[in-house]
């Protein structure tokens, strides 16, 4: 199955906000609306992948506490629901935060709900994309710091 526009640009979306840029979030939720995504389906993307950025923070947290004698692991969260745009959500928003357990865990769904490894790859390819621009607008931001303080 070939994933539709749309889909695509309602995963970019949810990549985009895992990954924090801003740019990427203005330019997928314009080209959203022109693949006739509705207001609903781009806040149902906006949120699957803020619930995974959360949930990546909460795993490195109660990694890096873990050093300290912590010893509660926080699970991944179970899925919001098996649809394929969902999944595909998923997969890239856990590509986006680097979270390998997150990661598995939207794998897993991805292949519950029939999206293709084609597929998936499809959508990893995007959000490194999208991630790497994200990394370029930050790094444009230290470049013009470091020129104006001598």
């Known amino acids: 199955m070939t994933i539709s526009a749309k889909d695509k640009e309602l995963a970019a979306v949810g990549i985009s906000v895992a990954a ?14 022109k693949a006739r995504a509705t207001d609903e389906e781009i806040r149902a993307a906006i949120a699957e992948a803020l619930a995974v950025r959360g949930r990546a923070a909460e795993i490195m947290r109660a990694y890096a506490l873990s050093h300290f004698g912590a010893t509660a692991s926080p699970d991944v969260a179970e899925d919001t629901g098996e649809s394929r745009v969902g999944a595909l959500i998923r997969v890239g928003a856990a ?13 897993a769904a991805a292949r519950r709900a029939g999206i293709a490894p084609d ?17 370029s607008h930050v790094e444009k931001l230290v470049d013009i710091g470091a020129a104006a303080d001598p």
Do not use: Y
């Open 20 to 33: 924090g840029c801003k740019p990427c979030t203005d330019h997928h939720v314009t080209v959203a609306r």
């Open 95 to 107: 590509f986006a935060v680097n979270c390998t357990a997150s990661l598995e865990h939207a794998l």
């Open 119 to 135: 597929e998936v790859a499809e959508i990893v390819k995007l959000a490194g994309f999208i991630r790497s621009r994200a990394i």
